[in-house]
């Protein structure tokens, strides 16, 4: 029952729609391939965009089924030249999954005002909530660390590579 439980949240991962589910399920649930994937999503948290590319695509050809992905991604601007790895400690959280973006990637046009909700993460980032699905974004500069869930109306901006929220009074 376990593996049932992966393999779905694989399916809805990729964007697979909820009436469509079983119908997929049914046709690739023991493939090797799909249950290798699951293990990885359940280990890391996410796909490689070619693993996720590579499963939409084979869930297109062998059920029919579009996969509507409305989940926000991060795609890099610029190339960043040496640097160090560091190994981040995990954080105990309640939010769910967490998808990791930038604040260029927001769904925002550049000099609206938005209005959104923030909670506490760490001193370097912090988790919004859009369209019912939870993100982890860099803590905007010149922001404190929110204590508790906080709402924040800003001005979002964004250049060639980065984006910036300014809290509006």
Not at 28 to 40: A, P
Not at 73 to 78: A, P
Not at 131 to 152: G, H, Q
């Amino acid at each position: 029952m376990k593996e049932e439980g992966k393999i779905c949240d694989l399916l809805r991962y990729a964007g697979v729609p909820e009436d469509d589910l079983e119908k997929v399920y049914d046709k690739i649930y023991f493939w090797s391939f799909v249950v290798s994937l699951s293990d990885q999503l359940e280990e890391r948290g996410s796909l490689s965009e070619k693993q996720e590319s590579t499963l939409v695509n084979l869930i297109k050809k062998h059920t029919d089924v579009e996969c509507d992905k409305d989940i926000l991604t991060h795609s890099t601007k610029y190339k960043r030249k040496g640097g160090k790895k560091c190994y981040n400690k995990r954080i105990a959280h309640s939010y769910g999954k967490l998808l990791d973006i930038q604040l260029y990637d927001l769904p925002f046009e550049s000099g609206t005002i938005q209005t959104l909700d923030f909670y506490p993460y760490s001193k370097h980032t912090v988790v919004i909530k859009i369209k019912e699905i939870f993100y982890r974004v860099p803590l905007p500069k010149n922001w404190d660390e929110p204590a508790e869930c906080t709402s924040i109306t800003f001005k979002y901006r964004r250049t060639k590579c980065k984006g910036y929220m300014e809290t509006v009074n």
